[in-house]
C-alpha cells in the first residue's frame, strides 16, 4: 500500500517520511506542484492521499482525487502547532475528506487505517459543536437504507466504496448523504457529515 502527499514544507515533509515508514508504507518525495501531484494520482491509485495545513482552501483538489482514484483514502493532516478555530472547522466541512489528524498523530492514524479499523484524531476533542443529545436526534426518521448507509461510514469506507457495496451510484450516494445530513440537522459542505461521523461513532454504529 502506498501513500502519496501534497505538502511544500520541508520539516513537514521529514515527519512525514517517518510516519509512513514507521507505518511500512511505500511512497516518494512529494512532487513540486499540484498538477504532479495530480497526475500521480490518477498514475498510482495510491492507497492514501496526504493533504497538508497548504492546500485546505483548495475544495476542487479533493474532489478531484476522488473522481480521479475512487478509493483512495483523503488525509487531512495538520501541523501540531494548528488552532482549531471555527474558521477552520468551516473550511474543512467543505472538504471531501476521509480522515483527520495531527502530524503526531499520523504514524499511529496510518498504521490503524491500513489495519482495516477506526481513527479518530484527538482534534475532534476540540470541536464543540453536533453534540448528540439522547435520543439521537433524527435517527428516527433514516430510512433502512440511509442507516447502512452511515454504518458503513463509520467503517471509514469512501463514497465510491459505499456506492459498490450498495449497488448504487456515486450520484446516489451523495444524494442519501445529503438527506442524511438534512434529518440529522448537520449543516455545511460534504466534509460536514464526515466530521459528525468521526465524532460520534460509537453512537452511530450500535
Known amino acids: ?15 512525514i517520511a517517518a510516519a509512513v515508514d514507521e507505518a511500512a508504507l511505500n511512497w516518494r518525495i512529494p512532487p513540486t506542484t499540484i498538477r504532479l501531484f495530480q497526475e500521480q494520482i490518477v498514475a498510482q491509485s495510491p492507497g492514501f492521499a496526504l493533504i497538508s495545513n497548504d492546500h485546505l482552501e483548495d475544495p476542487a483538489l479533493f474532489t478531484t482525487i476522488r473522481a480521479a482514484s475512487p478509493n483512495t483514502y483523503i488525509v487531512v493532516c495538520l501541523i501540531p502547532e494548528t488552532v482549531m478555530t471555527n474558521t477552520l472547522w468551516a473550511v474543512l466541512d467543505n472538504l471531501e475528506f476521509d480522515v483527520l489528524c495531527t502530524l503526531d498523530e499520523l504514524a499511529d492514524c496510518l498504521i490503524t487505517l491500513k489495519a482495516g479499523r477506526f481513527y479518530k484524531s484527538s482534534l475532534l476533542q476540540t470541536q464543540t459543536g453536533y453534540t448528540i443529545k439522547e435520543p439521537l436526534p433524527g435517527f428516527h426518521e433514516l430510512t433502512p437504507g440511509e442507516r447502512r448507509l452511515l454504518k458503513l461510514m463509520t467503517e471509514s469506507k469512501t463514497g465510491p466504496q459505499i456506492a459498490d457495496v450498495l449497488f448504487i451510484s456515486e450520484k446516489t450516494v451523495n444524494n442519501h448523504k445529503a438527506k442524511i445530513s438534512q434529518k440529522l440537522n448537520v449543516t455545511g459542505g460534504p466534509g460536514s457529515l464526515t466530521r459528525f461521523v468521526l465524532l460520534h461513532r460509537e453512537e452511530l454504529s450500535q
Open 1 to 15: 500500500m502506498s501513500l502519496l502527499a501534497l505538502c511544500h514544507r520541508r520539516s513537514t515533509v521529514l515527519k
